[in-house]
């Protein structure tokens, strides 16, 4: 983009309405001291947003930590503490213009010199940052130019840095906090956000407060001044079950990763409850197939296990079908999604028999086989998130019906990432969360840690550093459309569902919205009394 656009981009969004927000409640019936509790799915790994690796730590953390720039659901880039911004002609120097009325929790000012704190921390190999380091790319360099005005450097042009700069991950932290409490940053989360930490009870639950002094909020977002709701308690209820009791009994009034058999059951109850759909972008569900172990190394082998899995199927019979099939390598939401790739594999047991015939398997028995060895297959799922198991479980059942002798094999998560990383699997059901299309340099560039398909090809190498390099959209759609295309001709990756968060709360809670990528945020919620 160039500098004029980039300018008219920030001037213009500062109109852009969240459109997922529900209703604002009536404000003579908002409870100005109402306590919210939220039935949280999963147990949290850290609350820094530059070491955490969880993605739903990233609700967790909007609503304590600010970026530079907020996104909408739909992937639109607003203002937020960077008031406007302008890219240099090279395409390599970011240039925000801060806000000058901020303060962090702990009361120190926030400034250029608090963001350049921040690029300094995320970068430090000391600090092993996770998604936050990927987000940055090879932008690493910053530099205060004035008290409110910061340079962020790229080595290379970067073009999915400004969309990326709004994902949570990036959630902008106190410097002295970094400075005092260095490793157990994680456990005194100090932003600049709607609430404030209170405490963090390791498996059980994070309480924030609202941030008195809150006037900074996102324009986006359709809210002014601190948030309505005094205090939240994200209670952490791993156990669907029982999170779903917790709600219906009235002891929380929200709860997110709603089973889909339960969300199929209290959707219709409008009386009592509202649902809210939150779109998490990026790749969707999807399981990466193995291309360097027998016996997917064989792309036939690849192929037929597209065609032989109804992916329909699997979603009715692991979450009562309340998802959307994906077709795709990146999901609709997302910049450079091609919906000429979702006919590419259709159902079809017959195509899957017919492309393993011609690449010279047999099948004497139950089981295809080869050169005398069968064709097994190992699928892993993490033990601990119980719709990954199921997905797996219901692809075993399309996989043995086509004659693959598929097994399942749920392992807790150090084993999990153990064995993807080394590639003892054949596929293993995951997410992946982005808002922009470079996502896919993550899964598919050489000596990636997440290029589990443990997949090279100079050709998607080039397309896929081309992307990251093109400021312009519709050079930037082609080379991604081209990319996806080898992917799934190669049969890299099955992609499964839509990743959608199911959200159920009580009719008295109002104003809940997301910010892009997928990540509750309550800075404009309200409850009535």
């Known amino acids: 983009m160039t500098k004029s656009i980039l300018r008219a981009c920030a001037v213009a969004a500062l109109s852009v309405a969240s459109h997922a927000a529900l209703a604002q409640a009536d404000t003579a019936a908002v409870d100005k001291n109402a306590e919210l509790v939220v039935g949280w799915g999963e147990p949290v790994d850290t609350l820094n947003p530059a070491t955490t690796g969880a993605r739903d730590v990233g609700p967790l953390d909007v609503n304590m930590f600010d970026t530079l720039v907020w996104l909408t ?19 390599k120097t970011y240039t925000f213009e801060l806000r000058d009325d901020v303060t962090f929790h702990d009361g ?21 940052s996770n998604i936050g380091l990927n987000l940055l790319g090879p932008c690493k360099s910053a530099k205060a130019t004035g008290q409110y005005t910061v340079e962020i450097t790229c080595a290379q042009p970067y073009a999915p840095l400004l969309a990326q700069m709004g994902e949570p991950y990036l959630g902008i932290q106190s410097p002295a906090a970094i400075k005092k409490w260095g490793k157990d940053l994680g456990l005194h989360p100090t932003g600049t956000g709607p609430f404030e930490f209170v405490s963090y009870t390791p498996n059980q ?34 156990n669907a079950q029982a999170r779903v009791a917790q709600f219906q009994s009235g002891q929380s009034q929200i709860m997110q990763e709603t089973p889909g058999i339960f969300w199929k059951a209290l959707s219709p109850q409008t009386s009592r409850y509202t649902s809210l759909s939150v779109p998490i972008t990026g790749m969707g569900i999807f399981a990466p197939i193995n291309a360097s172990k027998w016996p997917t190394d064989d792309v036939a082998v690849r192929r037929a296990i597209m065609y032989a899995v ?56 139950e089981f295809w086989e080869k050169d005398g060895k069968q064709l097994t297959l190992k699928l892993t799922a993490i033990s601990t998130v119980s719709h990954y198991p199921l997905i797996a479980q219901a692809i075993q059942g399309y996989l043995r019906k086509a004659g693959m002798n598929a097994e399942v094999e749920q392992l807790a998560t150090p084993a999990w990432l153990a064995a993807n990383i080394h590639g003892d699997m054949s596929l293993t059901p995951l997410q992946y969360i982005a808002v922009d299309p470079d996502a896919l340099h993550l899964w598919f560039l050489p000596d990636q840690y997440f290029n589990w398909s443990h997949y090279t090809n100079p050709e998607l190498t080039d397309l896929i550093n081309k992307g990251q390099q093109e400021t312009d959209p519709d050079k930037r759609v082609k080379i991604y459309s081209d990319a996806q295309r080898i992917i799934m001709e190669q049969a890299v990756m099955m992609p499964i569902r839509e990743n959608i968060d199911l959200v159920m709360m009580s009719n008295k809670l109002t104003g809940v919205t997301y910010s892009g990528g997928g990540f509750e945020y309550f800075g404009a919620a309200s409850l009535a009394k």
Request: charged share 25%; net charge negative.
């Open 310 to 365: 109804d992916r329909e199927g699997v979603i009715k019979l692991a979450e009562a079908g309340v998802y959307p099939v994906n077709n795709t390598p990146l999901v609709k939401e997302v910049f450079g999604h091609d919906p000429s790739l979702e006919d590419m594999y259709p159902f079809d047991p017959d195509k899957a028999a017919e492309t393993l015939k011609a690449a010279g398997w047999t099948k004497p028995g």
């Open 108 to 128: 120190t000012p926030f400034d250029a010199a608090a963001v350049v704190a921040n690029i300094d921390y995320i970068t430090d190999k000391d600090t092993q």
């Open 205 to 238: 639950s994070v309480v924030v407060k609202r941030n008195e002094k809150y006037q900074w909020g996102p324009a986006a977002v359709g809210h002014a001044g601190p948030p309505d709701i005094a205090k939240i308690t994200f209670q952490i209820v791993p």
């Open 73 to 91: 659901p739909d992937l639109k880039i607003t203002p937020h503490l960077a008031k406007s911004w302008t890219l240099s002609d090279d395409g």
